[in-house]
C-alpha cells in the first residue's frame, strides 16, 4: 500500500537549518508530482512546494523567499525539504503529499507529518 | 492569488442530518478546480472531491460537492458519527499556488 513518511523534523533556533525527508513507498515514485504543505497546530493548510516527477520543475509559494528548496532522489524514492535561515513562524507540521492522478494538483496520500519547531 | 472563504466557522449538527458546508472564491475558478478534504484531530487530510464534483477514491456517496465560478458547496446527506471532522476547500490547477480555505468545523450538536 501507498506510504508517505517524514522524517528530519525537530526543535531548531531561528536562523538556522533543517532539511526534512519524506520515503515513499508501495508506488512507482518516479512517476509522480510530489508537494509539501504545512499546517501550523491547531490552524489550517498551507500549501509550500511542488517538483514534478523527474525533478525538472520546482514551484514555491511566495511566503517562502528563496529559504526552502524542494528536491528528490528517484533512486531512494525520497522527497526533500531544505528549510534555511528559519523564523518562528515557520513553526508547523510539514506533510508530503503525492499528486492525485485524476484531480490534478490535489493530494490523495499525505505523510503522518514531521513537526518542526522555531524557537530560541 | 485566489482567496477561498469557507463558511460557517463551525457547524453543529446531529448524526443524520445533512450536512451543507460552503466554499466562495475571491474570483471566478476555471475549469472548476476545487477540491473538499476532510482532516480529523491528529491525522492528516483525506481527499474527499475533485473538480468540484467528482468523489475521490473510496469515498462513500453520501459526500457529494456542487458549484462552479465563485460558489461550491460540499454536502454530506446524512451524517454519521466519522464524519465530524474539519474541512478544507482548495483551489488547485496548473500553476500555483494552491490555496486553501481556512476551514469548517462540523461538530456534534
Known amino acids: 500500500q501507498v506510504q508517505l513518511m517524514e522524517s528530519g523534523g525537530g526543535v531548531v533556533q531561528p536562523g538556522r537549518s533543517l532539511r526534512l525527508s519524506c520515503a515513499a513507498s508501495?508506488?512507482?515514485?518516479?512517476?509522480?508530482?510530489m508537494h509539501w504543505v504545512r499546517q501550523v497546530p491547531g490552524k489550517g493548510l498551507e500549501w509550500v512546494a511542488v517538483i514534478s516527477n523527474d525533478g525538472s520543475k520546482k514551484y514555491y509559494a511566495d511566503f517562502e523567499k528563496g529559504r526552502f528548496t524542494i528536491s528528490r532522489d528517484n533512486s531512494r524514492n525520497t522527497l526533500y525539504l531544505q528549510m534555511n535561515s528559519l523564523r518562528p513562524d515557520d513553526t508547523a507540521v510539514y506533510y508530503c503529499a503525492r499528486r492525485y492522478t485524476y484531480g490534478s494538483n490535489t493530494f490523495d496520500y499525505w505523510g503522518q507529518g514531521a513537526l518542526v519547531t522555531v524557537s530560541s | 492569488e485566489i482567496v477561498l472563504t469557507q463558511s460557517p466557522g463551525t457547524l453543529s449538527l446531529s448524526p443524520g442530518e445533512r450536512a451543507t458546508l460552503s466554499c466562495r472564491a475571491s474570483?471566478?475558478?476555471?475549469?472548476?478546480?476545487l477540491a473538499w478534504y476532510q482532516q480529523k484531530p491528529g491525522q492528516a487530510p483525506r481527499l474527499l472531491i475533485y473538480?468540484?464534483?467528482n468523489r475521490a477514491t473510496g469515498i462513500p456517496d453520501r459526500f457529494s460537492g456542487s458549484g462552479s465560478g465563485t460558489d461550491f458547496t460540499l454536502t454530506i446527506s446524512r451524517l454519521e458519527s466519522e464524519d465530524f471532522a474539519v474541512y478544507y476547500c482548495?483551489?488547485?490547477?496548473?500553476?500555483?499556488?494552491?490555496?486553501f480555505g481556512q476551514g469548517t468545523k462540523l461538530e456534534i450538536k
Open positions: 508501495g508506488f512507482i515514485f518516479g512517476y509522480y508530482t
Open positions: 473538480g468540484a464534483s
Open positions: 482548495q483551489h488547485y490547477g496548473d500553476s500555483p499556488p494552491y490555496t
Open positions: 474570483q471566478s475558478l476555471i475549469s472548476t478546480f
